[in-house]
């Protein structure tokens, strides 16, 4: 995982652009602490979660001034994370049928970034 890559970090979770993003924006929400599947969070924790969730997808609303992203829970790794997948003029399944490229180039980080609006 690249520092570049990173978008917000604190002790419950950490936000990154993915390495391999099927869209331009392509962000992922991971859970620090190594729960294997979802609903093995605590309440108060899934909470804390699905906020982190719900602010990085205004983010990337805001930032690429799209309509959607789509919200990707899988557990094929094992551990909790959400792919945040801005929908740009694909709509559907379509968007799953792209072949990632390895990407060099984080700069989105920092756009992202100024839009990630911390609850205080």
Not at 51 to 75: P, Q, S, W
């Amino acid at each position: 995982m690249k520092k570049e890559s990173s978008i917000y970090e604190d002790k419950k979770v950490k936000i990154i652009l993915a390495n391999y993003p099927l869209t331009k924006g392509h962000t992922i929400v991971i859970w620090k602490n190594n729960i294997k599947d979802l609903k093995k969070l605590p309440k108060e924790d899934y909470e804390y979660l699905m906020d982190k969730v719900d602010e990085a997808r205004n983010a990337l609303l805001k930032t690429f001034k799209v309509k959607k992203v789509y919200l990707v829970y899988m557990d094929e790794l094992q551990h909790v994370h959400w792919h945040l997948i801005p929908r740009y003029k694909e709509k559907g399944f379509k968007v799953f049928k792209h072949k990632p490229k390895k990407t060099k180039d984080f700069s989105l980080a920092e756009e992202i970034k100024k839009n990630f609006i911390l609850k205080i």
